[in-house]
Nanobody, 126 residues
């Protein structure tokens, strides 16, 4: 059974850091492109970061570039999102998703994703 499970969310102060993890079952994370999306209250879901299957090429939304880093751990079959210098505007539910198709050049097309996790809440507040 294919499943994606996010973990690592929580409450953090502005300027703090968190590591989100997306654990996959039913497939290997290096055989799919894995992306992180987020949805803030009252806003549409947006793409945050993507790691390509195979060569592991990465892409980031402009709002998180330089602060977030996506990585893949094949041994644990997880994809992690390391977030630093967090801002209140990073507050959202974060989702991971997997797609078999090549995400370049448009990694944020949600209809292209085959599997989604249930989301994990990240709140950045003092």
């Amino acid at each position: 059974q294919v499943q994606l499970v996010e973990s690592g969310g929580g409450l953090v102060q502005p300027g703090g850091s968190l590591v989100l993890s997306c654990a996959a079952s039913g497939f290997t994370v290096d055989s799919y492109a894995i992306s992180w999306f987020r949805q803030a209250p009252g806003k549409e879901r947006e793409g945050v970061s993507c790691i390509r299957r195979g060569d592991g090429g990465t892409m980031y939304a402009g709002s998180v570039k330089g602060r977030f880093n996506i990585s893949r751990d094949n041994a644990k079959n997880t994809v992690n999102l390391h977030m630093i210098s967090l801002k209140p505007e990073d507050t959202a539910v974060y989702y991971c998703a997997a797609r078999r198709s090549d995400p370049w050049p448009a990694p944020w097309e949600e209809d292209e994703y085959d599997y989604w996790g249930q989301g994990t809440q990240v709140t950045v507040s003092s």
